[in-house]
């Protein structure tokens, strides 16, 4: 058990014997024994908890609420009262086995919890995750209570300019011990310093998640929908038809990592065609204008962090057109990958492309890549077209989350920093 003197160098007026008596009373319940006040001019109640007595210190008269600050200054520096260690580290690629996995179970086991019954599988999620560590423009932070790591933060940057994507995890029965806001403060230090607007987020409606962004002053943009394609149900059959369906006039043309020189330019067109997809939360003109060059230095920095974009494209027969394409990333250990843009350029939709061109993606996925589990894609709620698209290709809707995005220099306010 602890021991500590206390001593309440006061005029204990009768004013302040609430205060008194509620700093005694944390002092006893945070297991102090024993605790000796010196008070003058005045005596304790008989209900203060185990105070001995001695009396004569000539004491300034101070106003309450000093004394009150005095008192929990005292109790804290003392011992009395203690905060749990909270803690906040950068994980680095070179961090131990163990807290990398520490890291990676906060994420699976809040993931799990709300997308309900799916979990990536532990091994999956710690080889990739060596992998994406080595992606220069992720950064993630591990987020300690008492040693322990119970908290989880990444960021990176979005795809829209100045705007950053992050996302904070804590175990549900270890919030509300500050973890997440050393967190969230941490991504907001190093996003500021890198220049960046937006923080940009998901989180699922009606959650503490959500309320806690709205309250930091987040605004919802659009509701998304997380739809998977299951590998071990996939139906071939379905698939093989819409691929071996004619589309005249077009023909598939397959890439991993660099694309064909002579469909460059074409393909860094079609993929501006993406600002069509129905969006409430970005600025006219927020969406990348890609060209060769910004299509080259993207497949450089995946090329950097061992990983490719695979493509499967609808080429206009006998030009250097492309009319439509899927992208995936696909990285050295993927058993989950993530499906990015989907796109059918404007004059070009409405002929089935987009339906062709997934369901080639998914069954090339299937054949080559035999320990893919799973493809995920986010849509807005609002793209009637998309989703109709990934209905047909086998994919389910695995759950809904509100975009939310937030101004950094108002965040920064609001956090103090
Ligand atoms: C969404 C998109 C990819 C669809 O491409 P597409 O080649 O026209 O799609 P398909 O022809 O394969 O459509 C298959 C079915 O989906 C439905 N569908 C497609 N587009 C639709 C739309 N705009 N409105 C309603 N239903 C639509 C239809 O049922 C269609 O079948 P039908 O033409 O026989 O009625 C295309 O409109 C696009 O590129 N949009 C802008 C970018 C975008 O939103 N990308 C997705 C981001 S997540």
Not at 25 to 54: E, Y
Not at 320 to 343: K, M, Y
Request: charged fraction near 25%.
């Amino acid at each position: 058990m602890p021991w500590a003197g206390v001593t309440l160098a006061i005029h204990a007026e009768r004013r302040i014997f609430p205060y008194l008596q509620g700093v005694l009373a944390v002092l006893v319940d945070t297991g102090w024994t024993r605790f000796k006040t010196v008070v003058t001019g005045g005596s304790l109640p008989k209900s203060s908890h185990g105070g001995r007595r001695s009396g004569g210190l000539p004491t300034p008269r101070l106003p309450l609420h000093v004394v009150a600050r005095i008192m929990v200054w005292m109790a804290f520096s003392l011992g009395a009262v203690r905060i749990p260690g909270v803690g906040v580290d950068l994980l680095r690629p070179e961090v131990d086995e163990l807290r990398l996995a520490a890291w990676s179970d906060v994420v699976r086991a809040v993931g799990a919890i709300e997308r309900g019954e799916y979990a990536p599988a532990p091994a999956q999620s710690c080889e990739r995750l060596r992998e994406q560590l080595s992606d220069p423009r992720t950064t993630r932070w591990a987020g300690y209570l008492d040693g322990t790591v119970i908290g989880a933060a990444e960021v990176r940057p979005a795809g829209e300019p100045k705007t950053a994507f992050t996302r904070i995890y804590v175990l549900p029965d270890m919030r509300g011990h500050g973890v997440g806001r050393s967190l969230l403060t941490e991504v907001v230090r190093d996003q500021r310093a890198a220049g960046t607007e937006i923080l940009a987020t998901t989180v699922l409606a009606d959650t503490p998640g959500a309320r806690y962004a709205l309250h930091l002053g987040a605004t919802v943009g659009d509701e998304l929908v997380i739809n998977v394609l299951d590998f071990a149900t996939l139906d071939r059959a379905v698939l093989e038809r819409s691929v071996t369906t004619d589309h005249d006039g077009y023909q598939l043309v397959h890439w991993s990592g660099r694309a064909p020189d002579l469909l460059v330019d074409s393909y860094a067109l079609a993929k501006r065609a993406i600002a069509d997809a129905p969006n409430n939360h970005l600025p006219p003109g927020a969406v990348v204008v890609w060209d060769r060059d910004l299509v080259r230095q993207s497949e450089r920095e995946r090329a950097d962090r061992g990983v490719e974009l695979w493509v499967t494209a609808a080429a206009v027969a006998g030009t250097s057109t492309v009319a439509a394409f899927p992208a995936v990333e696909v990285g050295r250990s993927s058993v989950d990958v993530g499906q990015e843009d989907t796109v059918v350029v404007g004059e070009h939709r409405r002929h089935g492309l987009a339906t062709w061109v997934k369901a080639a993606m998914a069954l090339r996925l299937a054949d080559e890549l035999p320990n893919v589990r799973r493809l995920s894609s986010t849509t807005a709620v609002a793209n009637t077209g998309m989703r109709a698209v990934n209905a047909r290709t086998g994919f389910r809707e695995l759950t809904r989350r509100l975009l939310v995005t937030i101004e950094i220099a108002g965040l920064a306010e609001r956090l103090h920093l």
